[in-house]
């Protein structure tokens, strides 16, 4: 009764190792094609180029990646003064952006090289921290305001000035101000963080 008790365990693991199927290894772009779906159709735009930055922070690289039709905000070294636009095309080395010009009633594409671009912001979505960028120095701000201004009636009022109040307001806009970096960061291209074209063969 042993034996046949073995013989058919034997025979249900030879069954199971002969239709088990091994595991598919996906490399790094199935695997972000199969977390996000949404962008499989413009892998197939520009021979499947797309923006990467390469961002190096306490021993760790993170990818964040920009397709046509992603917004880019950039600064250039030519150029200082932040943009935001919508990338419409990536080649090798360089990304475009197209504008409307009212006068002549169409649109102008600007090329520009991977090599010129000075800074990159980027927009996360983190929540209560997000929403704290705006809400908490808004609200140190109207702490200021109320305590300074004391209405005695109608539209006569009495200014005074509490310095503990001015530390409190200042210290909720503060945390603000470190809201808004982390939901904003910016960072410099170069050395330890890099921007470059990769392409899916």
Do not use: W
């Amino acid at each position: 009764m042993r034996k046949t008790i073995y013989l058919i365990l034997l025979f249900i693991a030879s069954m199971g190792c002969a239709y088990a199927q091994p595991q598919q290894t996906l490399d790094a772009n199935e695997l972000f094609l199969k977390q996000n779906p949404q962008y499989r159709s413009t892998f197939t735009k520009d021979g499947g180029r797309y923006l990467v930055l390469d961002v190096y922070r306490m021993g760790k690289i993170r990818r964040h990646r920009f397709f046509v039709g992603d917004e880019l905000i950039f600064s250039t070294k030519n150029k200082r003064k932040r943009s935001k636009q919508t990338i419409v095309a990536v080649s090798d080395s360089s990304f475009t952006y197209s504008t409307y010009n009212d006068i002549l009633g169409e649109y102008e594409h600007t090329e520009v090289l991977i090599a010129d671009v000075h800074k990159i912001r980027l927009s996360r979505n983190i929540p209560f921290v997000t929403q704290g960028a705006v809400m908490l120095p808004l609200a140190g701000g109207v702490l200021l305001l109320t305590d300074t201004f004391i209405t005695k009636g109608g539209v006569d009022f009495l200014v005074q000035f509490d310095p503990k109040t001015a530390l409190i307001a200042g210290g909720i806009a503060s945390l603000g101000i470190l809201c808004a970096r982390a939901s904003f960061p910016k960072y410099r291209v170069g050395g330890k963080h890099q921007l470059k074209v990769l392409k899916v063969y």
